[in-house]
């Protein structure tokens, strides 16, 4: 899955099932990295929340069965209304991002 070309990695956790999820952040706009991923996945995707806004890409069918969560691109804006962005913190080190990406890739069934 390509990633938004500013994005950093902030961290990545168990979704259960075999599966992670990783979060990454940029302070692009979130319309620039909603633009991004519709041009690379080749549709709109669909909204999960106009306000805070947050748009959502499937990279493969939800199988309840051997997935705790959905294969998925999910961006989430979080300069909405104002707000400094999401605070990630490393050590002694704070840092906000106006975008949030998560990325849930297609777990490897073995």
């Known amino acids: 899955m390509p990633l938004y070309p ?3 990695y902030l961290e990545s ?3 259960g099932r075999g599966q992670r999820y990783y979060l990454f952040g940029s302070n692009a706009a979130y319309a620039e990295v909603v633009g991004f991923y519709r041009n690379i ?3 709109g995707g669909r909204t999960i929340f106009e306000a805070p806004a947050m ?3 499937e990279l493969a069918k ?3 069965q051997t997935m705790a969560y959905p294969p998925s691109v999910v961006v989430k804006d979080y300069a909405w209304g104002g707000a ?3 605070l990630f913190v ?3 080190k704070e840092k906000r991002f106006k975008t949030v990406i998560q990325i849930v890739p297609v777990a490897i069934v073995r």
């Open 6 to 8: 500013t994005a950093e």
């Open 55 to 57: 748009q959502q890409w």
């Open 84 to 86: 400094e962005g999401y």
């Open 13 to 15: 956790f168990d979704a």
């Open 90 to 92: 490393d050590g002694t």
């Open 41 to 43: 996945m080749k549709n």
């Open 62 to 64: 939800f199988q309840e």
